[in-house]
């Protein structure tokens, strides 16, 4: 796996989970949303006045393709923040499922992961 | 002198609103029993007659980002708006808007500072549901003004667990050196063992039912040394990925006082985490 750029991945989790418009484009437009997310917003500074951006940030190959994928595994392995995964993922894709069905369907794909988990620290 | 009427610690669980308001088919087996407890845990804050409550509580990445993340930050506004889009779309909650003592929160930004704590501010914060679920059950009527306190115990690197026990203290003689006839109660919530996003989410208890028992203890008995010498930031995440936030907890148990035993215990096991509540009267008080 190439190096991982954890904050991108948050980054992306988070400004998603947090615009309507943006959790229902994912859900139905995963590659889409993932190329037009990092040639416009990647690299927004949000903290900033608008027109302010950075120059430097873009996702791996890997890291592409597990947001393309929905693969949230594969995210958590990466060490994206798992509070912001887990938010926007049951956004997305609870409301095909029973009460706490997919939580815990989520939380079982992942039986094979033993501790320590992957760091999170950014 | 201001007077502290309670000290109060507090699991803070999203779903307690939507649990406690359905009906029919939708109300959890578990809600009646819930609702009891709550109700006996309200009356501890109401009998206190408190003027102003400090709300200690942990951003979960609204308006605190990893481009600028504080790892303690007091509010100093007049109003704080309160919960969020994805708050209201995954647990029901309300938007609300609370009241904010100025007075207090300058009192504490300028006292603290001098007592070493490099407090970052903010003056226009939009709270959320670790301080917004305290008002739901202690206080629905969220009629206080109040001093929202952040700590960082989501976005590693965090401060040491020492460090937030260090700070609770320090709330404690800052409210009580503020010169003021005001009664003010000092409310933190936090976690106990707990897991979110990871393979032991959502389990029939919470993914460390052991840590529990031994953490209700400490928080019980305030036993700070026994729970400093057991917790270190690396040792929380074995009973489960999320129990950084038990940090606020330790933080409340400096505030109530070495070994300083509660007047008021409850735990309610809930599946995917348990609940704990705690209340403390402080000499002074009047209970």
């Known amino acids: 796996m190439e190096a991982v750029s954890k904050y991108l991945l948050d980054k992306f989790l988070y400004t998603v989970d947090r615009d309507p418009e943006l959790v229902e484009r994912y859900r139905s437009d995963p590659e889409g949303t993932v190329a037009w997310w990092e040639a416009e917003m990647a690299n927004r500074i949000l903290s900033c006045h608008s027109g302010e951006r950075s120059t430097w940030l873009a996702f791996s190959d890997d890291e592409r393709r597990a947001l393309r994928e929905h693969d949230h595994v594969t995210l958590f392995e990466m060490g994206a923040h798992p509070f912001l995964t887990l938010t926007l993922f049951i956004a997305m894709f609870e409301r095909d499922h029973g009460p706490l069905e997919y939580q815990r369907a989520y939380g079982a794909m992942m039986k094979h992961l033993t501790l320590p988990y992957p760091d999170i620290t950014t | 002198m201001a007077t502290v009427c309670a000290v109060i610690a507090s699991t803070h669980h999203p779903f307690y609103l939507r649990a406690s308001t359905a009906t029919g088919a939708d109300r959890p087996p578990f809600a009646d029993e819930w609702m009891e407890k709550i109700l006996r845990f309200r009356e501890t804050l109401t009998r206190a007659k408190p003027d102003v409550l400090v709300m200690v509580g942990s951003d979960h990445f609204h308006q605190l980002w990893l481009d600028n993340m504080p790892q303690f930050l007091v509010g100093k506004a007049p109003f704080f708006d309160a919960n969020y889009y994805n708050e209201e779309r995954e647990f029901g909650l309300p938007r609300m808007t609370l009241r904010g003592d100025e007075g207090l929160a300058a009192h504490i930004l300028r006292n603290g500072l001098d007592k070493n704590f490099d407090l970052a501010f903010s003056n226009e914060l939009r709270i959320d549901h670790s301080i917004t679920c305290p008002i739901i059950t202690l206080r629905p009527e969220a009629d206080l003004p109040i001093v929202p306190i952040y700590t960082n115990i ?134």
């Open chain 2, 154 to 287: 989501f976005a590693p690197p965090m401060p040491q667990p020492r460090r937030f026990v260090e700070l609770g203290r320090a709330i404690r003689e800052l409210v009580e050196s503020w010169p003021s006839d005001l009664r003010v109660a000092i409310i933190g919530t936090g976690h106990l063992s707990l897991e979110l996003g990871g393979p032991r989410q959502f389990g029939p208890h919470g993914p460390d039912p052991d840590f529990d028992r031994r953490a209700v203890e400490w928080i019980a008995t305030s036993n700070i040394d026994g729970c400093l010498a057991e917790v270190t930031l690396d040792s929380l995440h074995a009973p489960g990925n999320a129990t950084h936030g038990f940090m606020d907890f330790m933080l409340m148990m400096g505030a109530a006082g070495e070994n300083v035993t509660a007047d008021h215990v409850d735990t309610l096991d809930l599946f995917h985490t348990m609940e704990a509540y705690f209340t403390w009267y402080p000499q002074g008080s009047g209970l």
